[in-house]
Every structure is written in structure tokens, then in C-alpha cells.
């Protein structure tokens, strides 16, 4: 008999569900304890090893998501970057990735991988070839990011499985801007996929966490770094992340939609210089986009025309929040020169096309009209303030 294959809102409510068993409670009941009993029980329970029931209900919850085998919750994104990539890298071993990263992710390898004797290249440009073109006899990780923040460029996840399995290294994505209601990179043949749970896995700005999915095996080799670094995350906030989980394929799917319309109509504004979102059909990703994503994604970035202060925009504006992170319910912006690209030099962001005028814009699931006004009177507002200032 074929068993029944679980629709995605039906996993986000019920795959790791904790089941109340005493109070027959609805939700999940919290277990607030750190100290669990050793003797005379099938599995000793410690929070540094990820396995209290609550993280273990998440865990599972994460796994069905993303197609995998097992997962592991971190209290970071950072955290579960930083503990996937060093569980498959040794002194003299050396890792490829992609040149549009995540700001964090390029600071850790270009700060920390050598302390432990590891080389580093970064790809030139996305394409399988710029890939392959990077790999050494002693290349056991390659590590990208699609879509890439904040440029939303798009890197072809069968090809990047086809070339690791090849040479007999590891694949690793970092998935945060995609979620996994957009996009499941093991169904392309990656190994290893990485979350800052903090983003639309969480959904609604409160919440610091990170994820990896991935085989048993992998798992276990991640595990046995894990337990060490010690970047579990507390009970609490394991609750509340299961909580946000049940609502991501909702909230998730308003925002593809939400983000479509924002970026038709900056894409046709004079006050837009550039649009970058896969879900247009100039961008140049498009096509591989529509191959390997369920949807386009609630991110996308703009370019101001140079007459415009970007600056003085965001501050101009009244309901989208100008904010550091990403993903919440609520629409935010920012500047990644300001904020998630900051450490790295001008020229460094300049090389990936990271110019001051770019604007990151979460868009969340508020009515498009709402924003679209108020982007309006901000764009009238900064021309009027530029005129009166002329004079």
C-alpha cells in the first residue's frame, strides 16, 4: 500500500507535533527542564544535545520540510553555518564557494577558516564552469547561496549536485531567502541545507535560530561538532519556532505573491533605476528560477534612480519599517551597505555589484496598495525636500 504523501500546511501544523499526553492539549506542551534522568530510560536527554522533547519534535518537523533524513536546530543562522561547514573540514582541506554571499558567511570564512588551516576560493561568476574551475584535489565542501543575498542572483542547485558528486565533495546551501515552501535543493541532488530559522521559519521578527537538514549520516557528523560548539537553542524559543512553523506555508506564499506585485510595479517606476527579483522575466536567472523554485520569493532588491537619496527614502517612509533582519510579517528595508555587507570593503562590494543606492525590501503580507502608497508619498516627499533645498 502507498502511503498517503503529506501536503506542505499539513506538515508545517502536525510532522513533530509533541503530543500532550495527560492534558490532551492542542498545541505542544513546553519542557522547560535541562536536567532529565539517566538511568532507567531509553534516551538521556540534555539541551546541548539537541534532543529534550521539544527540540526533538522540531528537528523532525524541519526534516519533513526540507525532504531530509534528520535535522538540527542551532541558536543562530551563524551557528548552523559555521557547525556545517566545519564538520566536513580538516586542516589542508580547502572549500569553494560562491562570490555572492551572505555578509556573515564571508566574515566567518575569511576570518576563521585559516586559524584552522583551511583554504578558501571564492567562484567568479555562478556558472557550473566557475565552479569547477575552482575545485583542488583537496576541495571536500562547495558551499552556495540561492537566491543570494541581496542581489537575488540564482545558482543552479542539480548542477551543483551533479558537480560534487562528481569529485566526491559535499554541497551546501544556505536556503534562508527561498524557505523550504520555495525551494528543496536535496530533491536536486544537494547534500547538506542550511536556514537562519530567524527568517521566515520564524516569520514574525522574535526569534534567533538556525537549521541544517540533511542525511542520517551527515546529521551524525554535524552532531558530533554540534555537541561540542554548544550552540543549542533554549526550549523557549524552540516552542515558539514550532509555533511560527505551523503558519510558514501561509505566510510564505502571501509574500511570493505580495513580492510579485512590488516588484511589477518598481520594475515600471521612473524613480526605480533596477529591479532584482527572479520572478521577472528580465532577470537573467528567470528561467532556471522557474526550474528549481515552487515560488519567487518574498525578497527582492531596487536600485534608486541617482537623483534620489536612499538614505532619506527609507527614513521617509511610514509603514514599511527600516530594519536589520528579514522575512517577519511585516514589510522592512534596508541598506546592505549599512548592515549585512558592512564588513566588507567598498571595493569587495563593489566587485558584487553592491551599490549604495541598493535598497533590500522584505515584503510581508500587508495589502500591495498600502505599500505602493506608501512608497509613493516617501519617493514625493525626498523630491520635494531635494527642490525646496535647490532653492
Known sequence: MK????????????????????????????????????DDVDVKRYPRYFNTPNQEGLCKKIAALE????ALIFGSGMAAVSTAVLAFLRAGDHIVLQKTLYGGTYNFVTEELEKFGIS?????????????????????????????????????LEAIGTLCKKHGMVSMIDNTFASPVNQNPIDFGIDVVIHSATKYMGGHSDICAGAVASTKEYMDCIF?????????????????????????????????????????????????AKVYYPGL?????????????????????????????????QKALQLIKSSMSLAGVESTVLSPTQTSHSLLSASERQKQGIKDELIRFSVGIEEPEDLIADIEQALKKIATTRITAAY
Open 3 to 38: 502511503l498517503h504523501k503529506k501536503g506542505l500546511n499539513t506538515i508545517c501544523t502536525h510532522v513533530g507535533e509533541v503530543v500532550d499526553e495527560k492534558y490532551k492539549g492542542a498545541i505542544s506542551p513546553l519542557y522547560m527542564s535541562t536536567s532529565y534522568a539517566f
Open 67 to 70: 525532504h531530509a533524513e534528520a
Open 120 to 156: 578558501y576560493s571564492f567562484t567568479e561568476g555562478l556558472r557550473p564552469a566557475d565552479f569547477e574551475a575552482q575545485v583542488q584535489e583537496n576541495t571536500k565542501v562547495v558551499y552556495i547561496e540561492t537566491p543570494s543575498n541581496p542581489l537575488l542572483t540564482i545558482t543552479d
Open 224 to 272: 558530533q561538532l554540534a555537541k561540542n560548539f554548544g550552540g543549542s537553542l533554549s526550549d523557549y524559543t524552540v516552542w515558539l519556532l514550532e509555533r511560527s512553523l505551523k503558519t510558514m506555508g501561509l505566510r510564505v506564499k502571501a509574500q511570493n505573491e505580495n513580492a510579485q506585485h512590488m516588484a511589477e510595479y518598481l520594475n515600471g517606476h521612473e524613480a526605480i
Open 281 to 313: 522575466p528580465e532577470h537573467p536567472d528567470h528561467e532556471l528560477a522557474k526550474k528549481q523554485m515552487h515560488g519567487f520569493g518574498g525578497m527582492l532588491s531596487f536600485e534608486l534612480d541617482a537623483q534620489y537619496d536612499a538614505a532619506a527614502f
